[in-house]
């Protein structure tokens, strides 16, 4: 073929070839756009599902789950109008969710036992300090306030150590606080016995009554190695129904 004749025939095939380029681009930017309105159809229907997932939770008042899926459907989902709609509601989710979560904790830190005694059953509700502390030297211990329901002794209100002792023996004073509260004093006593290293408050409905609503109790009493030392009861969770006798 002569070098004109290909001329001829590279400018006859050339617009061709351009418009199946031309053709083969519109193809594909129809092809992104089809994909990427199936990808946003998709993620539209999942996250439905998801809030749908998020309101049945809220309904039931099921915080922590609420929380959780709300999670998961603006991680995943953010751009869509399922997450938009949930964004407010999964804010106060996450509130209460917390508060939730707090309360639980609260809860936890309280024991409850019921015996069998002579006369009947007897009831406590017994707390460990938030802090351990080092009431004569040997290290941080564990300081435990009990909440007990006799059916001879009657109720009762004491501080218990498992190492030390109280410099509290026949009679003393110990300092109250409830939250940031004043410290008040209030009248104390360490029985001569070695069964169990306790120290009673003597007004125990007054110390019950004073809890009722606390987020926090401070009870600073005197030690045998010398001085005083204060323990901090986290009391919010008390379970108070679990004490009939005492409300």
């Known amino acids: 073929m002569s070098r004109s004749c290909a001329n001829l025939a590279t400018r006859l095939l050339l617009p061709a070839l351009l418009a ?82 707090a309360t639980a904790r609260l809860a936890s830190l309280w024991t409850y036992t019921t015996q069998a005694v002579d006369g009947g059953s007897q009831l406590s509700a017994a707390i460990d300090a938030r802090d351990r502390v080092d009431v004569d030297g040997s290290g941080p211990g564990p300081v435990q306030l009990i909440f007990r329901d006799h059916p001879s002794w009657g109720r009762s209100s004491y501080l218990v150590l498992k190492a030390g002792d109280f410099d509290c023996y026949g009679a003393c004073r110990v300092r109250v606080s409830i939250d940031d509260g004043a410290p008040v004093p209030m009248a104390a006593n360490r029985p001569d016995t070695d069964e169990a ?51």
């Open 20 to 101: 199946c380029a031309a053709t083969a681009c519109v193809d594909e930017a129809g092809r992104a756009r089809e994909q990427a309105a199936a990808q946003s159809a998709a993620d539209e229907t999942a996250a439905g599902a998801a809030a749908a997932a998020f309101d049945d939770a809220v309904a039931k008042g099921n915080w922590p789950l609420a929380k959780a899926q709300g999670d998961v459907l603006l991680a995943r989902y953010p751009g869509t109008g399922a997450a938009d709609r949930i964004r407010a509601g999964h804010a106060e989710a996450v509130a209460k969710a917390e508060a939730a979560r």
């Open 197 to 247: 290293i306790a120290m009673f408050v003597d007004d125990e409905r007054a110390l019950w009554k004073k809890i009722d609503g606390a987020g926090t109790l401070a009870i600073e009493f005197p030690v045998k190695a010398g001085g005083t030392r204060t323990a901090v009861f986290e009391v919010g969770g008390l379970d108070r129904s679990r004490l009939p006798a005492w409300n």
